[in-house]
């Protein structure tokens, strides 16, 4: 059995994250894992590129993932941050208009290589985004799992935000559904 070990989104692992993504021709369309992040005072994104994007990013601090390594490459990713990090969120205005607070963090998006997909690697980079907020001090956190109906087969691909099973393995709970497809589901950090 192979041993995964996880390691944070930094300037020194973007590499890795990068071949991860340019493997899949940018994830999701090119995307490069930037849909849920906005600009910043320094970066705005329709100037770059998503490989260039996502790099400024990481080096301004504010593009946070827990990569799941096997040896020296990356294999999939969980991405966290804060909601002014990530405040593209699928159907924000319902969201927005149900929230009491904002939690300090938020799961926005998991990518997993297709050579290890349904094989607990989501799971391995879910526990490590967890682990991940609590050295950063910890607290709430909320993501927004994708529902599949029963008995209809979805591509793995297609689910950047796992299903809410994933989610209740890691204590997460079930508040609400938002859209058609979407859940909000949160849990409680303790600090490390």
Known sequence: MTTHVIKPLTLETFPAWLALAEKHNGVWGGCYCSYFHGDTVDTVKKEYDGPTFKRRLVAEGVAHAALVFDGDQAIAWCEYGSPLEL??????????????????????????DRDHRRSGVAQEALRGALDLIAQAGGGEVVSFPNIVEPGKRVSASFLHNVTPGIFEEAGFTLERRIGKNKTVMRKVVAPA
């Not at 699928?90 to 990518?111: G, L, M, V």
């Open 87 to 112: 405040p593209n969120i699928y159907h924000r205005k319902q969201f927005d208009a149900e929230e009491s607070h904002d939690a300090p963090w938020r799961i926005t998006c998991f990518f997993v």
